[in-house]
């Protein structure tokens, strides 16, 4: 690699005093250029509603968006439209490494052979494995869109999160979520953190309790035929402060144990038996308190955390202490 001597630095660096012009001769300096106007932090209930909404509209969009880029990869064929075409695939359809090497193959046989006959050859290698569920986020794109959020709230670029960057939900579920408890969240605690609060989005997208804007056609996998399918394509992300988990209770409105305060069954306005962290905002509760009663960080207090909360609660009063 070519290296610049001193002697042209300085002399760069004299022509350029030169060339500057003088403003000591009766001329006012030119003004401070603005500040650059800081970009306000995203809305990231809004960005993951978005993500699932998508995700509901690719079965009737994802077919049509690889035609197109695949019939402009027949005029000028490039590496670019053709990674394009593999995010577009994996928004839809499941593939496996040698299934993609598959339909690389028959993509690049069509580049040399366009017809209609060795499209369908593509088509049927991407079809191979069936599409994902309906409403799944692929976790590429769930990478993809942790990583610009996470960018977003970094104001500092120091490639973590404090407390004054961070999101009002994530604010307010700290301590959870700092899993190694320095102060500061990473790239890796948000993204489990992420994780979790787009699984939550995304079942109650399912469920019918936040709106979103269907293509004609489209039913929620709620009014589906095929039940207890997956609303996304993630596990449950497990809380280190969670008791050991027992076997699920199925609980529905009307049948709720006994013991729960009264504003329970208020604060639950959709009544299925539990309450969300959007039904707890709506109450103008402080977060913080949701926090403290939602043991494993799924954006719902169920009646058998309410109970668990109010034994350890009563537990923990002095003896001969009124309630």
Do not use: C
């Not at 699932?52 to 000028?76: G, M, S, T, W």
């Not at 050991?244 to 604060?267: D, H, N, Q, S, Y």
């Amino acid at each position: 690699m070519r290296t610049i001597r001193l002697p042209v630095l300085t002399a760069i660096a004299a022509l350029a005093l030169l060339l500057t012009p003088d403003f000591d001769h009766g001329q006012p300096p030119p003004p401070n250029p603005k500040p650059k106007s800081t970009k306000p932090p995203p809305d990231e209930f809004k960005a993951l509603v978005k993500e699932v909404e998508e995700a509901y509209e690719a079965p009737f969009e994802v077919d049509e968006d690889i035609r197109d880029e695949l019939r402009k990869q027949y005029k000028n064929p490039t590496p670019e439209r053709e990674a394009k075409i593999f995010r577009e695939i994996r928004k839809l359809y499941n593939t496996t490494p040698e299934q993609e090497q598959d339909i690389l193959r028959e993509l690049r046989a069509a580049y040399q052979r366009p017809s209609p006959e060795q499209e369908a050859k593509i088509f049927a290698a991407i079809r191979r494995n069936g599409q994902l569920p309906p409403g799944t986020v692929p976790i590429e794109v769930q990478a993809s869109r942790a990583e610009k959020l996470f960018r977003s709230f970094d104001r500092d670029s120091d490639g973590r999160l404090s407390s004054e960057e961070a999101p009002d939900t994530l604010r307010a579920m700290w301590q959870r979520w700092d899993r190694n408890g320095d102060g500061f969240i990473t790239f890796d605690e948000y993204g489990v953190y992420f994780q979790a609060h787009l699984r939550s989005v995304s079942d109650r997208v399912a469920s019918g309790e936040i709106a979103i804007k269907l293509p004609r056609g489209a039913t929620l996998p709620s009014q589906s035929p095929l039940k207890n399918f997956p609303s996304s394509g993630m596990p449950q992300m497990p809380n280190r402060n969670s008791p050991p988990t027992t076997e699920p209770v199925a609980i529905r409105f009307g049948k709720l144990p006994p013991g729960l305060p009264e504003w329970f069954t208020t604060f639950d306005t959709d009544r299925d038996g539990q309450i969300g962290l959007y039904e707890w905002r709506a109450e103008r509760r402080p977060v913080e308190e949701f926090t403290e009663l939602d043991r494993n960080g799924d954006f719902l207090i169920t009646p058998e955390e309410m109970l668990r909360y109010l034994t350890e609660k009563a537990k923990a009063q002095p003896s001969g202490q009124k309630r």
